[in-house]
């Protein structure tokens, strides 16, 4: 800390404005911008401390004189987690966005218990704005930290928007954009609310009374000068047990006992299990909505500090291993080494640690930081007849975006890091917690009181056995499939009250987090509630579309709607074709879409394909198709068709046009196709159609 000095303002002037003498308030560094410690990490400082100071402020803090102690604590505490986050060993430059989401993720989750003593050293400067102020800051701590933080990143720190997203995906929070949004929201109901304008907001959380860096010394009084006497004593008392301490441990070794062997490639740091969070069998009754985060810690090796703390020290050097080395984070996400010609993809990365070796692989997009906050523990204990000889100890890890599942057997071990499941009952509802290859396990959530199990291709269901929330293992649907395509399995979860009970159907494409599968019939529109891919008529087309289902499995969708366009006759043939618009839900708000063609004895087709757009979504109901298709006769037909509330089509082919409603066939074209297509759709109001080809 230090003293109160006159100032213009309450931030730092970058090194440019020192140099020419001005004033202003620099802007965050973005994204491409870089600082180099020792002098950005103590530019930036200030700030930093301030934004910990105002993240970690809390609705369950004391009022009057014990809510200005509380406050002091704060701000000293606040000093020692920006400490702690700036680098030790790092290269000489740092981004500001890396070390402010470090701040964040370390104010977001305080320690409970903090020693600090009876009389303190400084206090912050008073002002002329305290209602104003309190009023402000009581109004922010009844706020949600992630949206709290992302009030803070905006309106105090001036972030922009992505950057603040970033930075709150880095810290680890699920949906940024989200929280983001809510906490410029906040800004204008804070106005309304407290009158107190926008404005005005920044320049009381930006004035001295919330600038940790700007306090009035004081003398200690007589408790803390008792407390300094007698800490003096204490220190001495301690220095002479230590000595005598390590004396007595020593002495063997002195007297020609070798030391114990130690592995130089070994992380520094040992995790223990006070980074572990563990949750009761009924927390989940009580949660606002289901979620990762409530369900019980489960398993009969929870106990065995040794696996668990195996499987936590195992994320921490991955951690640490891919954030220095580019080559090891391309191997952990499956791609090969661009400085070695000969490294190949999907191999992983061999990590060490104190445990052993650690082959780590890491889902597409996943952050490979260490866990945000403590770690929880979801399972703990072993996998018999999953395909491991011996049994394999496992353990499953979280935090609020990934999931870790570790896995030991027969000396070899593995972690696999994947997005946690999205906060809604069908994706938070199972995860599997074995690898892609071999049988399958799943993890169930607590609110699931039956699982049965069957193939894509159709058949019964068959009830799988849950232990403890474990399942028996599932055989592979198909163990020898099409390249690129997907048999299976599939399962049909059947929860007690969430949602309303009603059974719905997962998909297990590979990844941990299981995709939710849905259908609507042709009479239907996005814009309507799907059924589940079961019901009705959606077991048929669903059967048909293994391998475009394969080809969505590397992207781990949240869910997969089957939307069933149109359904027919073609040119040439008698049997009814179906064309369906696939819509696949990915992580962060992305999407991709694939309209297939399903003709009975081929192989589904994709027709047209796009990504993060509207289409076949309830925001873009209505859409025209188009695609060529090949008659059994060996004749080439264009065929548009239009999906929704579609009024009228029209096609253009080698400057010759054809309007007409429903589905428009072009004559046949027996060399094949000619040319580029023009297709338009309007619909009943005369509005142009978005089209897909």
């Not at 000489?92 to 320690?111: F, K, M, Q, S």
């Not at 004396?247 to 070794?253: C, Y």
Request: with cysteine; aromatic share 4%; net charge neutral.
């Amino acid at each position: 800390m230090r003293a109160e000095e006159p100032a213009s303002s309450t931030e730092p002037a970058t090194s440019t404005e020192q140099a020419s003498g001005g004033a202003s308030a620099p802007e965050p560094a973005g994204r491409g911008g870089r600082v180099r410690l020792g002098t950005g990490s103590d530019q930036y400082y200030d700030r930093l401390v301030r934004v910990a100071y105002l993240v970690m402020a809390d609705a369950t803090e004391p009022a009057g004189g014990a809510a200005r102690r509380a406050g002091d604590d704060r701000i000293a505490q606040a000093h020692r987690m920006v400490r702690r986050s700036l680098p030790w060993q790092r290269p000489d430059e740092a981004a500001y966005l890396w070390l402010l989401a470090r701040v964040v993720r370390r104010a977001a989750n305080p320690p409970r218990f903090t020693l600090s003593l009876p009389g303190r050293w400084g206090r912050p400067v008073p002002d002329g704005a305290a209602p104003q102020r309190d009023r402000l800051l009581a109004a922010l701590a009844t706020l949600p930290t992630p949206v709290r933080t992302g009030y803070v990143l905006v309106v105090v720190e001036r972030l922009p928007p992505r950057d603040a997203i970033q930075v709150l995906h880095e810290a680890g929070w699920p949906d940024p954009v989200l929280q983001v949004a809510a906490g410029v929201a906040e800004q204008q109901r804070l106005a309304d609310a407290e009158s107190i304008s926008p404005a005005r907001q920044r320049e009381l959380l930006t004035g001295p009374i919330t600038d940790p860096m700007t306090v009035r010394l004081r003398p200690p009084d007589y408790r803390t000068l008792r407390l300094v006497k007698l800490g003096r004593v204490a220190t001495v008392a301690a220095c002479v047990a230590a000595t005598v301490a390590v004396t007595a441990v020593l002495a063997p070794r002195m007297a020609g006992f070798p030391p114990e062997p130690s592995d130089p490639t070994a992380p520094a740091g040992e995790p223990d299990t006070v980074g572990i969070r563990r949750v009761g069998d009924r927390a989940w009754l009580g949660a606002a909505r289901p979620t990762l985060a409530s369900w019980p810690t489960r398993g009969g090796r929870v106990d065995d500090t040794g696996l668990v703390d195996a499987a936590l020290g195992s994320w921490l050097a991955v951690a640490e291993l891919t954030g220095r080395d580019p080559a090891a984070r391309a191997a952990a996400y499956g791609q090969p080494d661009p400085d070695d010609p000969d490294s190949t993809a999907g191999g992983g990365v061999a990590v060490p640690t104190r445990a052993g070796v650690v082959t780590a692989y890491a889902g597409r997009g996943i952050a490979l930081a260490a866990p945000a906050g403590a770690a929880q523990l979801l399972y703990a204990g072993e996998l018999a007849g999953a395909g491991a000889d011996p049994p394999a100890e496992v353990a499953v890890l979280a935090d609020a975006t990934r999931v870790a599942v570790y896995a030991s057997s027969g000396g070899t071990r593995s972690l696999r890091i994947e997005a946690a499941p999205a906060a809604n009952p069908y994706a938070a509802s199972a995860i599997r917690v074995t690898g892609s290859a071999g049988p399958a396990r799943y993890l169930m959530a607590p609110w699931v009181r039956r699982v049965d199990h069957r193939v894509l291709a159709g058949g019964q269901w068959r009830e799988l056995v849950v232990r403890d929330g474990l399942t028996d293992p599932v055989s592979p649907a198909d163990p020898d499939p099409p390249p690129g395509c997907w048999s299976g399995p599939l399962l049909r979860v059947h929860p007690t009250d969430v949602p309303a009970g009603v059974p719905f159907t997962l998909a297990d494409l590979g990844p941990a987090v299981l995709s939710r599968l849905t259908y609507l019939p042709p009479d239907a529109d996005p814009g309507d509630a799907p059924a589940d891919a079961d019901d009705a008529g959606g077991a048929r087309v669903w059967s048909g579309l293994g391998c475009l289902a394969g080809e969505l499995a590397g992207h781990a969708p949240e869910s997969i709607l089957a939307w069933e366009v149109w359904s027919g006759t073609l040119p040439g043939g008698d049997d009814e074709i179906r064309l369906t618009c696939l819509r696949a839900e990915l992580a962060r708000d992305a999407s991709l879409v694939a309209v297939a063609l399903l003709v009975p004895g081929r192989p589904a087709r994709a027709v047209a394909t796009a990504a993060d757009t509207r289409l076949c979504s309830p925001l873009a109901p209505v859409v025209a198709l188009g695609w060529w298709w090949e008659s059994p006769t060996g004749d080439w037909h264009h065929v548009a068709v239009g999906g929704g509330p579609v009024a009228e089509l029209e096609v253009t082919i080698e400057g010759r046009r054809t309007r007409g409603t429903g589905i428009l066939v072009s004559p046949a074209y027996p060399d094949g196709p000619r040319g580029p297509v023009q297709l338009r759709a309007t619909d009943g109001a005369g509005r142009s159609v978005p089209v897909l080809d």
